[in-house]
Structures are given as structure tokens and as C-alpha cells.
């Protein structure tokens, strides 16, 4: 079965500075990888999502990833962060079954 | 267009309890997942259907929980009895299937069940 490793379960930021989630994924086909963001007692968000398109995605407010296979990773990044992206990340991954795995999640705490 | 709609959203129950949640996704998603969420972890799946019938239900623990679709829309996900490691989140999500079957890829998640066993 697929699965994802987030490499840090806490990520600690400056407000301006770069942001970056690692993840890597283990998947037996053409994965589907997705990230997801969850704030304080609210649901679960939609980031971006890579179904073998283009290997750089772009999503909502501001984030990106970029797909490698050959690193097995799909690793988010936003150039600048803002206070209002302190959160918790998962990074997803589909397989063909559309069988959705998560991660154990990272938290991002973003500092003024 | 409505969500994904979940009740309750907070149980409390005492160990060897019963208790049941209740989904209904969008109107027109194929595909129903439930998630077991832990404080501090990330969601587990425990059961996936595509309309009525289950696609993936290897991480339920079939001895105490069971769930069912039985008309392809709403959805009960019960546990009986319950356990102390029962406590989370249930979190229900459903997902747009495109003609011949492709899945959106999209999950859309309901707010949640917060079940507490004491």
C-alpha cells in the first residue's frame, strides 16, 4: 500500500521568510499527491494537488510544490510566510484505487 | 451547494458504549471516506465506498467497528463496543468521480464527530 512520511512534525518560521514541508512518498503506481491544510478547529483544506501533469504545482494562498520522482518527494514551499498560515499540513497520496493516505502532519508555527 | 454534513459533532460515552455517526456527503460524489483522526496525528483512514459497495476496508477494526452505505448516499459508521483508544475525531469526506471512473482527487471533509470515551 501507498504511504507518505512528513520528515518534520514541527516547523518553526519567521513572518517574511521562506516556508518548507517536507514530504516523501512510497507508492507501487503513478501516485496522485495532494497537500491538505487544517486550522484550529476547522476542516481540512484543499492546498494543491498533482495528478502527473505538470511536476510544479501551484496552490492557494501562495504555496507550491514540485513533484520528483526521482527523490520520491513532494515538498511545499512558499516563498513568504504570513501569520495566518500558522497551521497543520498534511501531505496526501492517492493511489489508483483512489485510496487516500495521510501523513502524520506537520505543524507550521510562524513567528512575528 | 451544501457540504458534507455530519452529526453529531460531539459525543461523550462511557467505555463499552455504543454510539454512531451519520454522514451525508455532496449530492453527486460517488466516493465516501471515513477517517479516524487521533490528537496529534494525522487522519486514518478506516473505510472507503464507491456508491454502495466498500473499495477499502483493511485498516477497520472489524471485531468493534462497522460502517454502511446501503443506498450509495448517506452513510452510519458505529462502534460498539467502545474503547478507551477510541477517542478522535471521525472525520467523514467525499470525492467527485468524472466519467469512467477517475476520481477528482478532491476530498471534501465534513466538520467532524468528536466522540470522548470515558
Known amino acids: 500500500a501507498q504511504s507518505v512520511t512528513q520528515l518534520d512534525s514541527h516547523v518553526s518560521v519567521s513572518e517574511g521568510t521562506p516556508v518548507l514541508l517536507r514530504c516523501n512518498y512510497s507508492s507501487s503506481y503513478s501516485p496522485s499527491l495532494f497537500w491538505y491544510v487544517q486550522h484550529p478547529n476547522k476542516g481540512l483544506q484543499l492546498l494543491l494537488k498533482?495528478?502527473?501533469?505538470?511536476?510544479l504545482v501551484k496552490g492557494i494562498n501562495g504555496f507550491e510544490a514540485e513533484f520528483k520522482k526521482s527523490e520520491t518527494s513532494f515538498h511545499l514551499t512558499k516563498p513568504s510566510a504570513h501569520m495566518s498560515d500558522a497551521a497543520e499540513y498534511f501531505c496526501?497520496?492517492?493511489?489508483?484505487?483512489?485510496?487516500?493516505?495521510f501523513g502524520a502532519g506537520t505543524r507550521l508555527t510562524v513567528k512575528p | 451547494e451544501a457540504g458534507v454534513a455530519q452529526s453529531p459533532r460531539y459525543k461523550i460515552i462511557e467505555k463499552r458504549q455504543s454510539v454512531a455517526f451519520w454522514c451525508n456527503p455532496i449530492?453527486?460524489?460517488?466516493?465516501l471516506y471515513w477517517y479516524q483522526q487521533i490528537l496529534g496525528q494525522g487522519p486514518k483512514l478506516l473505510i472507503q465506498?464507491?456508491?454502495?459497495?466498500?473499495?477499502?476496508d483493511s485498516q477497520l477494526p472489524k471485531d468493534r467497528f462497522s460502517a454502511e452505505r446501503l443506498k450509495g448516499v448517506d452513510s452510519t459508521l458505529k462502534i460498539q463496543p467502545a474503547k478507551l483508544e477510541d477517542s478522535a475525531v471521525y472525520l467523514c469526506?467525499?470525492?467527485?468521480?468524472?466519467?469512467?471512473?477517475?476520481?477528482?482527487?478532491?476530498?471534501?471533509f465534513g466538520e467532524g464527530s468528536r466522540l470522548t470515551v470515558l
Open positions: 496526501v497520496v492517492s493511489d489508483h484505487n483512489n485510496d487516500m493516505r
Open positions: 498533482y495528478t502527473s501533469a505538470a511536476t
Open positions: 469526506a467525499s470525492s467527485f468521480l468524472l466519467a469512467g471512473a477517475t476520481n477528482t482527487g478532491e476530498l471534501f
Open positions: 465506498f464507491q456508491n454502495n459497495g466498500v473499495v477499502d
Open positions: 449530492s453527486g460524489h460517488a466516493t
